[in-house]
């Protein structure tokens, strides 16, 4: 079936260090979604991505879509401790069916001070 | 805040025991999905309804069960509830190009 695997499951860095979590699909998406959520809390909308390719920034982080619309990443630049988390992405098949956003497993964001 | 409401927000209760989760979605949303997240998982994808009718389906296991009602809001309903149902239910109703305002969610605890 249709899957979106994300990559790594957790990543540890020091405080200021770059953090990248990748994003890949067994099939097209129509558009790319990440989610940001916080011990504690539930998961909050960031960002979509709909165009191949595609780049957008908000702020420290960085959300790219592949040409193929397979795969997305987001990278966050100088981590902060507020950025402590779980990021997930979410895929919108090409092919419309009954199901449609399929979430990654996430990646849990550890920043040390 | 999203704009979706979930209660309880905890719930314990015994095995064996039935449970009802409630949701009402953000102000015009017509979907809402439910997730269940076990300790430090990911979210998995139990049921979806779009206006009054199921649209898909997930790992929902045959004790679980849900509706979506006249005015939205919809009830998850786990029944024969076991130690490993314990986790966060959330629901989420979507907006714009499907993307997912999510509650705060259920804890629940099975004792």
């Known amino acids: 079936g249709q899957q979106v695997m994300q990559i790594p499951q957790y990543q540890h860095v020091q405080e200021g260090e770059d953090f990248t979590t990748y994003c890949n699909s067994s099939t097209t998406l129509s558009n790319i979604q990440w989610y940001k959520q916080r011990p504690g809390g539930h998961p909050v909308f960031l960002i979509q991505l709909v165009k191949s390719g595609e780049v957008k920034k908000q702020k420290r982080l960085t959300f790219q879509f592949g040409e193929a619309k397979k795969n997305s990443s987001l990278h966050i630049t100088a981590t902060q401790t507020t950025d402590v988390g779980t990021y997930f992405c979410?895929?919108?098949?090409?092919?419309?069916?009954?199901?449609?956003?399929?979430f990654g497993a996430g990646t849990r964001l550890f920043v040390k001070a | 805040d999203s704009g979706v409401t979930q209660t309880p927000k905890h719930l314990i209760t015994a095995t064996g025991q039935r449970v009802t989760l409630r949701c009402s979605p953000r102000s015009g949303d017509l979907s809402v999905y439910w997730y269940q997240q076990s300790l430090d998982q990911g979210l998995q994808f139990l049921i979806q309804?779009?206006?009054?009718?199921?649209?898909a389906k997930g790992n929902i296991l045959e004790r679980f069960s849900a509706q979506q009602f006249p005015d939205l809001h919809s009830e998850l309903n786990l029944s024969s509830l076991e130690l490993g149902d314990s986790a966060l239910y959330f629901c989420?109703?979507?907006?714009?190009?499907?993307?997912?305002?999510f509650g705060p969610g259920t804890r629940l605890t099975v004792l």
């Open positions: 979410a895929g919108l098949p090409g092919d419309t069916g009954g199901f449609k956003t399929i």
């Open positions: 989420a109703s979507t907006g714009a190009a499907d993307t997912q305002y």
């Open positions: 309804y779009y206006n009054g009718e199921e649209r």
